[in-house]
């Protein structure tokens, strides 16, 4: 597995789209779903400023069924 290096938020949704994920609707506070028709998935973004800590990252890889190298060969 490959070393998960940091990112913004924008960089993140970036790659989302890129794997078929597309704004779904506004969650609470200021986080947001966002859904792939393709594969019937869900993940939940958090819009924050600055990057998104490593832990949240992951998760977000993980609920969009990806795997850390295949969310970073995405552009």
């Given at each position: 597995m490959?070393?998960?290096p940091s990112m913004t938020y924008r960089e993140v949704?970036?790659?989302l789209r890129a794997a078929g994920f597309g704004f779904?609707?506004?969650a609470k506070g200021s986080h947001e779903i966002w859904?792939?028709?393709k594969t019937k998935r869900r993940t939940t973004m958090p819009h924050h400023p600055g990057n998104l800590p490593t832990g949240?990252?992951?998760a977000i890889i993980r609920e969009a069924g990806l795997t850390v190298d295949e969310f970073l060969g995405l552009k």
């Open positions: 490959s070393r998960l949704v970036q790659r779904d609707r506004q859904y792939n028709p949240t990252l992951r």
